[in-house]
């Protein structure tokens, strides 16, 4: 099992950026692949970014490609989403969620077994 808790949302004005942090506790970090997911509001969860267990491959939606980037430091159990030049459709809360160690499909809810609480990021001017 893993505990997952996300940091650094907040209001921000289009073309600024961020950093999410998703600190985990309980297993080891390493072992898991990790997922970014956010969900406006009325909206469903959508996929946003993911990485592979040992960091070496990431994954992004089409609307974030290019702008956001996720990274991973096993060292310090904690997984990294960089967003850049901010829009408002950008704005929903974010979750980040871990998955196996083999998880192959990294766009799918249903592929993460544990998900952090959520933090909220606003873009708005």
């Known amino acids: 099992q893993v505990q997952l808790v996300e940091s650094g949302g907040g209001l921000v004005q289009p073309g600024d950026s961020l950093r999410l942090s998703c600190a985990a506790s309980?297993?080891?970090?390493?072992?898991?692949?990790m997922g970014w997911f956010r969900q406006a509001l009325g909206k469903e969860r959508e996929f946003v970014a993911a990485?592979?267990?040992?960091?070496?491959?990431?994954y992004y939606a089409d609307s974030v490609k290019g702008r956001f980037t996720i990274s991973k430091d096993n060292a310090k159990s904690t997984v990294y989403l960089q967003a850049n030049s901010l829009k408002p459709e950008d704005t929903a809360a974010y979750y980040c969620a871990a998955g196996s160690k083999w998880l192959i499909r990294y766009s799918m809810i249903s592929s993460y077994s544990f998900w952090g609480q959520g933090t909220q990021v606003t873009v708005s001017s």
């Open positions: 990485i592979n267990w040992s960091g070496g491959n990431t």
């Open positions: 309980g297993d080891t970090f390493s072992n898991y692949a």
